[in-house]
């Protein structure tokens, strides 16, 4: 089975940096986009950044210039850094990807919390 496990979410202060990482495991012949979504309390998940396999990457509006999203292909890892975190930006952080198995598919890691304080 596909795995999708996320790493670095944690506690920082308002201006301060963090660097996310999900690396995608198991039977993957290959895979189209990878990507981060975040969901806070009270609101609908939304997309933060996508990359594909070729570099193409995508970001909300709402963090274009301080979140940059990057991706080691052969290691199936996807990063996301993050710089000048505002408080807006708290919630669970989700890894996504589009790829290909026996099958293809959409898969989610199950979230790491990001907490910005002030």
């Known amino acids: 089975q596909v795995q999708l496990v996320e790493s670095g979410g944690g506690l920082v202060q308002a201006g301060g940096s963090l660097r996310l990482s999900c690396t995608a495991s198991g039977a993957i012949f290959s895979i189209n986009v990878m990507g981060w979504y975040r969901q806070a309390p009270g609101n609908q998940r939304e997309l933060v950044a996508t990359?594909?396999?070729?570099?193409?990457?995508n970001y909300a509006d709402s963090v274009k210039g301080r979140f940059t999203i990057s991706r080691t292909n052969a290691k199936n890892t996807v990063y996301l850094q993050m710089n000048s975190l505002k408080p807006e930006d708290t919630a669970v952080y989700y890894c996504h990807a589009n790829l290909f198995s026996r099958g293809s598919g959409d898969y989610w890691g199950q979230g790491t919390q990001v907490t910005v304080s002030s």
């Open positions: 990359i594909s396999r070729g570099g193409s990457t």
